[in-house]
């Protein structure tokens, strides 16, 4: 049968979250709340029942059985989903909301307790042997009808929390068509490749002359490409190498073994990265979504790929005043002054200084060609802000993880 996580869907305001807890003879979740009064709690010195019933609303990852008409199928709800429920419940003020056995509504009956389980051992549910897992809904109402209250000491009837409100299929939701898509923006790349290598034997006289035709290519990408290809290539083989096409699993096998890859690779690389990102899911490692975008160098590999076409030429650099001191101009920094460009110039090994002009007022630039300034970071570190340093206003530089 189908397994479906069900999820809320916060876009749709008018038909999102729990609406009310039912209080019922089956719960679909298969778990008991239990009746408490003062004397269980051995807190208040009263004879008087406290009327509160306590039990699981939500359990995370609980296969729960339905039917709808002739198909079959399980749902199941995340940690994270629960945990947003339980908010979006009480933000909508739904705490007074209860009907039982989800068809008659039920008066003067209110959830005056709620929390999510942290910790299973020192939750406070495990003092009345709930044996729920981290990441339960727990909540307690109170009960002030005396006909129902009665039913539910005795417990012959009433034995559980049911929950009613609208969620959502993430699949349907979320990730429309992932494997076709996936496969949509590999074929391209496939496609690319070898429109470009017939347009390289067509128009390249070498290949008449039986010259070897020798390719520019680089292998100056950080070892964060090369280990996330690796994970990817791991990752697939758990699932029986379903993930990604034949294009996709060899450009994984490139990286990992940090093979040269040219230009027009760096391209697809980066187009690929850039579009598939809204596929990748950190916390799936089984979803195809993840482990295609890994095979391809993941993030790092999309910092790379980006930074290294800017460097070719290929992407518009980068030019902005980040304050009175200092300018990026075309990815390299710049200053206010013509003695700090000369004192930076010193540091990075040239001489002198340029000028170039940004926002109508002048910025010098460390050595006296454009082309002999540095990056502000060196290979395989990207620049995320600036930080102090010995008393001076400096690039933050960071490894590209």
Known sequence: MDIVELILDEENEEMVGIEAVSIVSQPAIEESFVALSSDEIKLAKV???????????LV?????????????????????????????FFQNGNQSNATLEHQMKANNLTVVESWIIEDQEKDKSA??????????????????????????????KYTGFSIEGYFADKAKIQKPNLKAEMAAIEEEEAQYML??????????????????????????YPSGVANNAKKGIDLNKKVNNKCATDVGKIRAQQLAQK???????????????SRAAEYYDEGDNEACGTISYLLWGGKAGLRWSESKLKELGEINLASMVVDDSFAIIDD?????????????????GCDGFHVHELEDKEWFMPCEEHTQMKKPCQAGYEMIGFKMKNGRRVPNCVPIK
């Open 127 to 156: 003092l009345y042997n709930l044996d729920l897992p981290v990441g339960s809904w727990v909540i307690s109402m109170k009960i002030e009808d005396d006909e129902l209250w009665n039913e539910i000491k005795a417990g012959k």
């Open 259 to 273: 093979k040269p890859i040219s230009k027009e690779t760096i391209k697809r690389m980066y187009s690929y990265l």
């Open 60 to 88: 995370p990852n609980k296969m729960i059985f339905r039917k709808r008409n002739d198909t079959m199928f399980y749902v199941y709800f995340s940690k994270e989903t629960i945990r947003r429920a339980s908010e979006l």
């Open 47 to 57: 004879d008087d029942e406290k009327r509160i019933v306590m039990g699981a609303a």
């Open 195 to 220: 429109n470009n290598i017939t347009a390289i034997i067509k128009k390249d006289a070498r290949t008449k002359t039986g010259k070897k035709m020798v390719l520019e290519s680089y292998s100056d």
């Open 332 to 348: 390299r920094l710049a200053y206010s002054t013509q003695e700090k460009a000369e004192e930076m110039a010193k540091n990075i």
